[in-house]
């Protein structure tokens, strides 16, 4: 049971430890969702003066930075109440939120690369669409799991 292991049960006991845990994954979140929603902004057709090129090379490996910050710190808080959490509602729907962003991204830059300048400006708006869509619909039903258990 993932509730029994050793980083489940120091994090249960050391309040501190958590609440510094906690404060990381807002800040992955933070650097995943503002990374993601300037970027998308971009390729959306906002500030089209700003190069694609060099607003890309900042804001994907922030993102994606953010993203591997967000899930190891997301593991651990749910490793304190697996197995309640697991019947969340909310946190379901929010992983489906975080695979499909995962994959869209992982697409589009492996079709594309990191820049997405061979991209069609159709394809790049798609993109942005539904990646903001994954990450918007995650950040939301991550903040209703608090309202949804004691």
Same mark, same amino acid.
């Not at 900042?58 to 304190?80: D, E, I, K, N, R």
């Given at each position: 049971?993932?509730?029994?292991? $050793?980083?489940?049960?120091?994090?249960? %006991?050391?309040?501190? @430890?958590?609440?510094?845990? %906690?404060?990381?994954?807002?800040?992955?979140?933070? &650097?995943?969702?503002?990374?993601?929603?300037?970027?998308?902004?971009?390729?959306?057709?906002?500030?089209?003066?700003?190069?694609?090129?060099?607003?890309?090379? @900042? &804001?994907?490996? #922030?993102?994606?930075?953010? =993203?591997? =910050?967000? @899930?190891? +710190?997301?593991?651990? =808080?749910? *490793?304190?109440?697996?197995?309640e959490y697991a019947q969340v509602a909310f946190l379901q729907v929010k992983v489906v939120?975080?695979?499909?962003?995962?994959? %869209?991204?992982?697409?589009?830059?492996? +079709?594309?690369?990191?820049?997405?300048?061979?991209? *069609?400006?159709?394809?790049?708006?798609?993109?942005?669409?539904? *990646?903001?869509?994954?990450? &918007?619909?995650? =950040? $939301?039903?991550?903040?209703?799991?608090?309202?949804? #258990?004691?």
């Open positions: 049971m993932l509730e029994a292991t $050793a980083p489940a049960q120091y994090l249960r %006991s050391a309040r501190w @430890v958590y609440a510094g845990v %906690s404060g990381a994954h807002v800040l992955g979140i933070a &650097l995943l969702v503002g990374s993601a929603a300037s970027l998308n902004l971009r390729l959306l057709g906002f500030w089209p003066a700003t190069p694609l090129r060099a607003l890309a090379r @900042v &804001l994907v490996p #922030v993102a994606a930075a953010g =993203l591997a =910050l967000a @899930v190891v +710190t997301g593991a651990l =808080l749910f *490793s304190v109440r697996a197995t939120f975080v695979a499909l962003g995962i994959l %869209s991204a992982v697409l589009i830059h492996r +079709t594309y690369g990191l820049t997405l300048e061979g991209a *069609s400006q159709e394809r790049r708006s798609w993109h942005a669409v539904i *990646s903001v869509a994954c990450w &918007l619909g995650a =950040l $939301a039903c991550g903040r209703l799991i608090a309202f949804a #258990v004691d």
